[in-house]
């Protein structure tokens, strides 16, 4: 089965770091380019990461970039995020995500982690 | 900051209705324009990409137009599974910012 499993989220002080993980089953993974997204609650999605397939090209949305870092192991099928200086505003559901092959959407999203910020 | 603005944010409309809701980009984004549909408590899908090509397997009743700055969803003949919120998504560059949503009730 085609699909990414995310793992990692948790409730976590303000300040405090996490890291997610992503693992990818079903398809080529090292080929693809990955994305993160999160959602926070009652609100729309916002992209934040993005890393193409041999992790040389990475970008990040301002309101993570100096605080978060996306990495992946192809070897091992699998993406990361890792979260640093955490704040109440990165309260989040946290997908994982797939590029399409002409880098043109998303076709394939994670079930997500829940981040929760909070003292 | 670049901007992906929908409208209307919310909008009822019958069964069997044509609906059609908009997205504009700040700047001139080519084609390179998703859109996604998430229904309530699930993760958003892919409907339409490069503004105007269907996603295999969505329904022939949505399709997609536009280009540069200005771009359209519309549902023809509305269905109840139709239900939850619309995103539009620029992809020519990074940012890839989501646009605020669409709601769309029955």
């Known amino acids: 089965e085609v699909q990414l499993v995310e793992s990692g989220g948790g409730l976590v002080q303000p300040g405090g770091s996490l890291r997610l993980s992503c693992v990818a089953s079903?398809?080529?993974?090292?080929?693809?380019?990955m994305t993160w997204v999160r959602q926070a609650p009652g609100k729309g999605p916002e992209w934040i990461s993005y890393?193409?397939?041999?992790?040389?090209?990475?970008s990040y949305a301002d309101s993570v970039k100096g605080r978060f870092t996306i990495s992946r192991d192809n070897a091992k099928n699998s993406l990361y995020l890792q979260m640093n200086s955490l704040s109440a505003e990165d309260t989040a559901i946290y997908y994982c995500?797939?590029?399409?092959?002409?880098?043109?959407?998303?076709?394939?999203w994670g079930q997500g982690t829940l981040v929760t910020v909070s003292s | 900051d670049f901007q992906m603005t929908q409208s209307p944010s919310s909008l009822s409309a019958s069964v069997g209705d044509r609906v059609t809701i908009t997205c504009r980009a700040s700047?001139?984004?080519?084609?390179?324009l998703a859109w996604y549909h998430q229904r309530p408590g699930k993760v958003p899908k892919v409907v339409i990409y490069?503004?105007?090509t269907l996603q295999p397997g969505v329904p022939s009743r949505f399709s997609g137009s536009g280009s540069g700055t200005d771009f359209s969803l519309t549902i023809d003949s509305l269905q109840p599974e139709d239900v939850g919120t619309y995103f539009c998504?620029?992809?020519?560059?990074?940012?890839?910012?989501f646009g605020q949503g669409t709601k769309v009730e029955i």
């Open positions: 995500a797939r590029d399409g092959r002409g880098s043109d959407r998303i076709d394939l």
């Open positions: 079903g398809f080529m993974f090292g080929t693809y380019e």
């Open positions: 890393i193409n397939s041999n992790g040389v090209l990475i």
């Open positions: 700047q001139g984004i080519g084609d390179y």
């Open positions: 490069r503004a105007s």
């Open positions: 998504q620029k992809y020519n560059d990074v940012p890839r910012t």
